[in-house]
């Protein structure tokens, strides 16, 4: 499995659940999860020369998220950008891992 599907895989995990926080002054925070956040959480929104990552009316955040699920989008699609962005997609995917 790729890293990229791995990450969508372990971010499916997220999904459906709302997260709360309490803070020490008594200050709740919701936290929530959908789809189409996984594409900026990635950082995916700013490989604007790579089509099948690139936002737009045919290719919203929550389709990408879809076809990386089912590995239709992989890292070695996107590693068509320079060195330096793919070593931050790759160090980014790392949060997803349970």
Do not use: C, W
């Not at 790729?2 to 200050?27: G, P, R, V």
């Not at 020369?49 to 990386?68: A, C, E, L, M, T």
Request: proline share 3%; aromatic share 12%.
């Amino acid at each position: 499995m790729d890293s990229l599907q791995e990450a969508a895989t372990a971010y499916t995990a997220l999904l459906n659940i709302d997260y709360f926080y309490t803070l020490e002054n008594s200050a709740v925070i919701q936290v929530y999860f959908i789809p189409a956040y996984f594409h900026h959480l990635l950082g995916l929104h700013k490989l604007t020369d790579i089509p099948r990552v690139k936002k737009g009316q045919q290719n919203n955040p929550g389709y990408i998220f879809k076809k990386i699920a089912k590995g239709a989008i992989t890292l070695d699609d996107i590693q068509k950008k320079q060195i330096l962005q793919r070593n931050r997609i790759k160090d980014q995917t790392n949060h997803y891992r349970i």
